[in-house]
T-cell receptor, first 114, second 110 residues
Framework: DVKVTQSSRYLVKRTGEKVFLECVQDMDHENMFWYRQDPGLGLRLIYFSYDVKMKEKGDIPEGYSVSREKKERFSLILESASTNQTSMYLC?????????????FGSGTQLSVL | KQEVTQIPAALSVPEGENLVLNCSFTDSAIYNLQWFRQDPGKGLTSLLLIQSSQREQTSGRLNASLDKSSGRSTLYIAASQPGDSATYLCANQAGTALIFGKGTTLSVSS
């Protein structure tokens, strides 16, 4: 089975801190995604990557950046955390090369910014 | 911009009942339609994927159908069980990324 691992289950950070959320997948998937999930707003796409060193903005990229130096790892960076970035962050991956693909999710990181 | 709508937002049923969850989308250019399950505080688990050329997919007690002409998909759950209690989300693939509905939270009582 595909495994998508997010490094932290819960994180508490202070306003203004630089925050790194790490995600690793073990199935050689081409595509990786970062979503955030908020009550009443559902899942919203922040960034995605379809290859090493490639990235594309999603619907809400402001205040975030990403890094994909290796195929298996996709990092989400909050340059200067703010309270409105308190959320559940979900990483996902898919195989790539086709438009008909299953998406596999990690367990999520609940981030609180105080 | 494409939107995905799920109705109802919440549903409570007694154990054993058959039920239908609805998903509608504004973009007729569907690449695939996926249904996911999410337990509280957890990530999403893919249940069924319907490719754009297909009309339905089945897995155990779950059956998902896709009607591209009307922009709708339904998830049918037969003989519901308390373990089916979760939030169910549908997502339409637009290019590389998926666009999600807000989900239907299902509660099955014993």
């Amino acid at each position: 089975d595909v495994k998508v691992t997010q490094s932290s289950r819960y994180l508490v950070k202070r306003t203004g801190e630089k925050v790194f959320l790490e995600c690793v997948q073990d199935m050689d998937h081409e595509n990786m995604f970062w979503y955030r999930q908020d009550p009443g707003l559902g899942l919203r796409l922040i960034y995605f990557s379809y290859d090493v060193k490639m990235k594309e903005k999603g619907d809400i990229p402001e205040g975030y950046s990403v890094s994909r130096e290796k195929k298996e790892r996709f990092s989400l960076i909050l340059e200067s955390a703010s309270t409105n970035q308190t959320s559940m962050y979900l990483c996902a991956s898919s195989q790539g090369g086709s438009t008909n693909e299953k998406l596999f999710f990690g367990s999520g990181t609940q981030l609180s910014v105080l | 911009k494409q939107e995905v709508t799920q109705i109802p937002a919440a549903l409570s049923v007694p154990e054993g009942e058959n039920l239908v969850l609805n998903c509608s989308f504004t973009d007729s250019a569907i690449y695939n339609l996926q249904w996911f399950r999410q337990d509280p505080g957890k990530g999403l688990t893919s249940l069924l994927l319907i490719q754009s050329s297909q009309r339905e997919q089945t897995s155990g007690r779950l059956n998902a159908s896709l009607d591209k002409s009307s922009g709708r998909s339904t998830l049918y759950i037969a003989a519901s069980q308390p373990g089916d209690s979760a939030t169910y989300l549908c997502a339409n693939q637009a290019g590389t990324a998926l666009i999600f509905g807000k989900g239907t939270t299902l509660s099955v009582s014993s």
